[in-house]
């Protein structure tokens, strides 16, 4: 089965690094989204991409968070710098941009601390 | 304030009962995902439903969108213990500005006692 590919699992940095996180959208989808999962505020659409292009990013905090396509095989993701409260799990998902009729695969997450 | 309200968020039952989780809005969408949800891992998708009224069925999994693409429910019949995750729901935005644009509510923690 195809899958989406996020590296790190896992990532552990003190407050104030820099962290950038990977994606590896399904080959032939034309749309990624990344989120941030908590406990306290669930699934939270961070911004979202058609053929690379950026069509939201709105809910993400500009001052730090930056996420990019610089080919249609990667997304990222970048924080700097990085703060305790930016601690979730972050999922990118991929998938044909057809009024999300054909749903969405997502990635196994990074799991981010922030110390 | 969630998009996608759902209820309940929490349901323990045991094996062999049946459930119903709800996911509702006031705006209307282009399509409405479900996914389950598993411990460390990412949502993984259930079904899509596109038509107002549409009615999907997985095995015991029963899928209904509303008619006016504002809402929609899950019912599981005869529960069973692998049934246990989060379930969320997902809305495809349906203006221009929102195309696409997939939003989730807050899940529903399943749990499936034998």
């Known amino acids: 089965d195809a899958r989406v590919t996020q590296t790190p699992r896992d990532k552990v940095t003190e407050m104030g690094q820099e962290v950038t996180m990977r994606c590896q959208p399904i080959?032939?989808?034309?749309?990624v989204f990344w989120y941030r999962q908590t406990m306290m505020q669930g699934l939270e659409l961070l911004a979202y991409f058609r053929n690379r292009a950026p069509l939201d990013d709105s809910g993400m905090p500009k001052d730090r968070f930056s996420a990019e396509m610089p080919d249609a095989t990667l997304a990222t993701l970048k924080i700097q710098p990085s703060e305790p409260r930016d601690s979730a799990v972050y999922f990118c998902?991929?998938?044909?941009?057809?009024?999300?009729?054909?749903?969405?695969?997502f990635g196994s997450g990074t799991r981010l601390t922030v110390v | 304030t969630q998009l996608l309200e759902q209820s309940p968020q929490f349901l323990s039952i045991q094996e062999g009962e049946n459930l119903t989780v709800y996911c509702n809005s006031s705006s209307v969408f282009s399509s409405l995902q479900w996914y389950r949800q598993e411990p460390g891992e990412g949502p993984v998708l259930l079904v899509t439903v596109v038509t107002g009224g549409e009615v999907k069925k997985l095995k015991r999994l029963t899928f209904q969108f509303g008619d006016a693409r504002k809402d929609s429910s899950l019912h599981i019949t005869a529960a069973q213990p692998g049934d246990t995750g989060l379930y969320l729901c997902?809305?495809?935005?349906?203006?221009?500005?929102?195309?696409?644009?997939?939003?989730f509510g807050a899940g529903t923690q399943v749990v499936v006692t034998p």
């Open positions: 998902a991929s998938g044909l941009g057809d009024r999300g009729r054909y749903g969405y695969t």
């Open positions: 997902a809305g495809a935005g349906a203006r221009t500005d929102s195309w696409g644009k997939l939003q």
């Open positions: 080959l032939g989808h034309n749309t």
